[in-house]
């Protein structure tokens, strides 16, 4: 017959059980992660002169959502360089 504490105690232990330590990752010397350039409209606004229809950006620079529909809303180009 269960005592008071002994059912939390049989629930926490088949809790516990999946749960077990996880082993130590390997180590291995980490890559410094990679910096890319997020444009957003404000940037590409105050960057493009009156009367551009062609915006250059690196290969791999992220372009907001935002930016994307003001760019298509003017009608101007985007070329990603090539590296």
Not at 23 to 41: G, H, N, Q, S, W
Not at 45 to 72: E, Y
Request: hydrophobic share 45%.
């Amino acid at each position: 017959m269960f005592k008071e504490g002994d059912l939390a105690d049989v629930f926490l232990r088949h809790l516990r059980a999946p749960f077990a330590p996880a082993k130590a990752p390997e180590t291995r010397a980490a890559k410094p992660p990679r910096r890319r350039i997020f444009l957003t409209e404000h940037e590409i606004k105050k960057a493009l002169t009156q009367g551009t229809s062609r915006l250059t950006i690196p290969k791999d620079a992220i372009v907001s959502p935002l930016a994307q529909d003001w760019l298509a809303l003017k009608g101007i180009a985007v070329h990603r360089l090539e590296e």
